[in-house]
C-alpha cells in the first residue's frame, strides 16, 4: 500500500505519478478488480465497487522497438534449403525477416526497446518499480535477462523478472505489469519483450526457418484514475500438446551434452500443420472472450493487434471472427514471427500510423510455445494529457549493441 512506503519513497513516488497522493489503489479482493467494472456483468451484482473509492488505471504511455539491421529475404534462404520465395509467401506471407548480428543479443535488442518506450514516455529509467521482460531466448539461463536490462537502462529501482510463455509472453506481460499497478504494488512498469530466435533456428530445417526472425518492443505502463490500459483479458494454456512446439535439450530435464548438440536437440522443432490449426482456434476465441469480459462488441474495436506468425493464420482469425480485414494489423511479411516481441513492434508500427487515438480499444491475441494463448482488450489513454508536463529524456539511441559481460567492471 503506497500509505506503507517511507517518507523519501513516498516523495519519489508521488513526484511524477498520475494519481492524487491519498488516492487508495484497489484490492485483488476487489470483485471488480481486472475486469470492466462499468460493463461487466457482475457490476450489478452484490459487490459494486464504493462510490467513493477512486479507480486506479495503467495507461501505456511510452512505446519502443527494435529489429536487428541485417535482414535475410526469402531469396537468401532459397541458399541455405530446398524452398522458394513463391512458397514462403503463399504459405506464410512473410517475405524477410531480421536476423541479429554476432554482437546482438535479446538483452541487447530489449535495452534498445527499453530506452525508446522511456523517451517516448518522457520517463528516466530511475522512475520504474518493475521490469518484466517477456522472452524465450534469454541471454543465459542465469542471469535473469531483466535484470540485464534493469542494469543496461539504469533502473535502480526497479525489480525485475523474466516471463516466459514463448509467444504469448508479452500479452502475459502486459496483464502482469497491470495487476502490479491496480493492486497498488507499483507506479511505473516497463514490459519490455524480445527475442533472438535465429540463435535457436535449425537453418537445416525448411518446416521453421523460413518463420522466425529477432527483435524487441516494449511499452511502460503507468498509474492513471483515466480509464484506459487493461480492460479485461483472457489468459489459457494446454501443456498436453506442449510437444507441437519443442526445444529438447539444454534445460535441467536434458541438460545440454556433445550428443545433444550433434543432434540439434538444443534447436526448435515443431508440427506445424498441428500448430496452425490450434493457433486459429484460441486466436478467435480468446479475442472473442475478451471483448465479452469487457463489455465490448467488435464495432467497439478500432484494431487488432495480432501475433504475427502466418498470414493465413491471421486471415482466418479475421474471418472466424468477422471482423473487417482492414481492423487487423498486420506486419508479418517484413519481420516474420518475433516470438513474444512481435505483438509491441506491430503496436509501435501501428501507432506510428497516428490513427489511434485516446478512447480507442485495441485487442491484443497471441498463442504460442506450451501451449498457451491470452487475450487482453487495451482502451488507449490520453498519452499527450498524461505526459505533458514532462521534460524530455533523450537517450543515446546509437549505442553499440554490445554483449552484455558478465564479467564484473568494478
Ligand atoms: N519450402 C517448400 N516446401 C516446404 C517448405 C518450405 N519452406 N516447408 C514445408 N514444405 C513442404 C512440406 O514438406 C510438404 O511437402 P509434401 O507434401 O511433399 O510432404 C508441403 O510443403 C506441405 O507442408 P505442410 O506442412 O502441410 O505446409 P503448410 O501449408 O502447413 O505450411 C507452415 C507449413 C509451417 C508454414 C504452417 O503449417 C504454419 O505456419 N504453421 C504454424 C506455425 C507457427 O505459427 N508456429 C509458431 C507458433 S508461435
Avoid at 483472457?234 to 556433445?258: F, Y
Wanted: proline fraction near 5%; include cysteine.
Amino acid at each position: 500500500m503506497l500509505s506503507q512506503v517511507t517518507t523519501t519513497e513516498n516523495r519519489r513516488l508521488i513526484r511524477k505519478r498520475l494519481i492524487p497522493s491519498g488516492a487508495e489503489p484497489p484490492t485483488a479482493r476487489d470483485p471488480h478488480f481486472m475486469t470492466n467494472a462499468a460493463s461487466h456483468p457482475l457490476a450489478e451484482g452484490a459487490g459494486r465497487r464504493p462510490r467513493d473509492v477512486p479507480s486506479r488505471y495503467a495507461a501505456i504511455t511510452g512505446w519502443g522497438y527494435a529489429v536487428p539491421d541485417k535482414v535475410l529475404t526469402n531469396r537468401d534462404l532459397e541458399a541455405l534449403v530446398e524452398t522458394s520465395d513463391d512458397w514462403i509467401r503463399m504459405r506464410t506471407g512473410i517475405s524477410e525477416r531480421r536476423i541479429a548480428g554476432p554482437d546482438e543479443t535479446t538483452s541487447s535488442l530489449s535495452t534498445l526497446a527499453a530506452k525508446r518506450a522511456l523517451e517516448s514516455a518522457r520517463l528516466e529509467a530511475a522512475d520504474l518499480d518493475l521490469v518484466i521482460c517477456a522472452t524465450t531466448t534469454p541471454d543465459h539461463l542465469l542471469p535473469v535477462t531483466g535484470c540485464v536490462v534493469q542494469e543496461r537502462i539504469g533502473a535502480v529501482h526497479a525489480g525485475a523478472f523474466d516471463v516466459n510463455s514463448a509467444c504469448t509472453g508479452f500479452v502475459y506481460g502486459l496483464i502482469m505489469g497491470t495487476q502490479f499497478i491496480r493492486s497498488g504494488n507499483c507506479e511505473r512498469v516497463l514490459v519490455v519483450a524480445g527475442e533472438t530466435l535465429s540463435r535457436f533456428v535449425n537453418w537445416k530445417d525448411r518446416n521453421t526457418c523460413i518463420l522466425f526472425g529477432d527483435g524487441a518492443g516494449a511499452v511502460v505502463l503507468e498509474a492513471t484514475e483515466e480509464k484506459s490500459g487493461l480492460l479485461s483479458s483472457v489468459m489459457g494454456s494446454k501443456g498436453d500438446v506442449g510437444h507441437l512446439l519443442a526445444i529438447e535439450a539444454g534445460g535441467s530435464a536434458r541438460p545440454a551434452t556433445l550428443e545433444t548438440v550433434a543432434a540439434g536437440e538444443h534447436l526448435i522443432t515443431m508440427r506445424g500443420n498441428e500448430v496452425f490449426r490450434f493457433a486459429v482456434r484460441c486466436m478467435s476465441q480468446a479475442a472473442t472472450d475478451a471483448l465479452g469480459k469487457a463489455g465490448l462488441a467488435l464495432t467497439d474495436v478500432h484494431k487488432v493487434v495480432p501475433h504475427q506468425a502466418n498470414l493465413r493464420i491471421l486471415k482466418a482469425t479475421q474471418e472466424a471472427l468477422g471482423l473487417p480485414i482492414e481492423k487487423m494489423f498486420v506486419n508479418v511479411e517484413r519481420y516474420g514471427n518475433t516470438g513474444a516481441a512481435s505483438v509491441p513492434i506491430a503496436l509501435c508500427e501501428l501507432l506510428a500510423e497516428e490513427t489511434v487515438q485516446p478512447g480507442d480499444n485495441l485487442v491484443f491475441v497471441a498463442f504460442g510455445g506450451g501451449l498457451t494463448w491470452a487475450s487482453a482488450v487495451v482502451r488507449w489513454a490520453d498519452v499527450k494529457a498524461l505526459t505533458r508536463d514532462r521534460q524530455e529524456h533523450p537517450y543515446s539511441l546509437s549505442e553499440p549493441s554490445k554483449q552484455h559481460s558478465l564479467t564484473p567492471t568494478a
